[in-house]
């Protein structure tokens, strides 16, 4: 008899406006609002029994294999080989790794990135996981929603609300987030201006890495919303252009989405550790050579830089940008969202 694999996978996204106002310590008092779309920049997952005892970890991403025999959390004890997402996941599908599992993780998004590659690992690991159980996933929401739980509570680790939804739904998403209550509005979009806004949107993979992680970073911005900081401020302006955003983009004025996503990164950049002085230069040099506007993609600091440009500007904003070391990322939209399968290889 065969072997029977099973396989997942979850698209990464790029955060356009919104980001910081999914902040449980933000919405709950203010309410927050978020616009995404997920990117076929994928998280794989791959399982099967191996029946050897203990499961065998092999990560792509991290680089190593590893065999684990319970699941004991380690959080940053151990930071290089840190198979909580792992064990997490596991954990909240009841599969015991005594059982005798091999998990294979893949992601093609770069680590540090922006573009939620923890989350959409995550989703793809619970997803795989629930079909091994044999537990359909038969409401996308509240998929997300465990893997909310399951990064913000079990796992401890400061973040958003926003970029589960985008992995578990893909397409374009406008979300708002309240104190008891989280929705997600997928954005329906005629072909003609998906097609424009791909033509418009650019991705480039930086040379500024971030130095502290992401969960570090929000960390610091709970902190001071807490505080009653200035961050409030900031993040109440970019809740408002969140929503003049999705009017934008639904609209297909690029012009005034590029804008706005300029005007909401001004005010971004102001948070705690968000600021780069190398992502600066760059996104000057993009807007000198015709971009509308553009944005650090995910919590700050370092990471992939997102441009909204019209498509006479794309190749002088990307030959620009290639003599300073940022490399064009070629994407395209997922509209699929996360997705399981059974193969016999």
């Avoid at 680089?63 to 198979?83: A, H, R």
């Avoid at 909204?308 to 794309?314: F, Q, T, V, Y």
Wanted: hydrophobic share 40%.
């Amino acid at each position: 008899m065969k072997n029977l694999y099973i396989k997942a996978r979850a698209p990464s996204r790029i955060g356009i406006g919104g980001g910081g106002t999914d902040l449980r310590s933000f919405f709950e008092k203010y309410e927050g609002a978020a616009l995404n779309v997920a990117i076929d920049l994928y998280s794989y997952t791959k399982i099967h029994k191996n029946h050897n005892g203990g499961s065998l970890i092999i990560s792509h991403d991290w680089g190593f294999s590893k065999t684990i025999n319970d699941l004991k959390l380690e959080f940053d004890s151990n930071k290089k080989d840190n198979v909580d997402i792992i064990k997490a996941v596991m954990l909240d599908c009841n599969l015991n790794p005594s059982d005798g599992y091999e998990i294979l993780i893949h992601s093609m998004a770069p680590k540090n990135s922006g573009l939620a590659g923890s989350s959409a690992l995550l989703v793809s690991l619970l997803i795989v996981m629930s079909n091994l159980a044999g537990k359909s996933i038969l409401d996308r929401k509240l998929l997300a929603e465990r893997a909310i739980n399951i990064e913000r509570n079990i796992l401890k680790r400061a973040g958003g609300f926003q970029d589960q939804y985008a992995c578990v739904f893909g397409g374009f998403n406008f979300m708002e987030f309240k104190k008891n209550e989280q929705r997600v509005y997928p954005l329906r979009i005629q072909e003609d201006l998906i097609s424009e806004l791909h033509s418009a949107m650019l991705l480039f993979e930086t040379p500024a890495k971030r130095e502290i992680s992401a969960a570090e970073i929000e960390k610091t911005k709970e902190k001071d919303i807490t505080q009653e900081g200035e961050s409030v401020e900031h993040l109440k302006k970019i809740k408002e252009y969140a929503y003049k955003m999705k009017s934008a983009l639904i609209s297909g004025d690029l012009q005034q989405l590029g804008e706005l996503v300029h005007l909401s990164w001004q005010e971004k950049n102001c948070l705690p550790n968000v600021k780069n002085p190398t992502i600066d230069r760059l996104y000057e040099i993009a807007l000198k050579n015709g971009a509308y506007g553009g944005k650090l993609c995910g919590a700050g600091n370092g990471g992939f830089l997102f441009v909204i440009a019209e498509l006479s500007n794309r190749k002088k904003i990307i030959d620009a940008l290639d003599k300073e070391g940022a490399r064009l990322v070629n994407f395209n939209f997922d509209f699929e969202g996360a997705i399981t399968w059974r193969t016999t290889y």
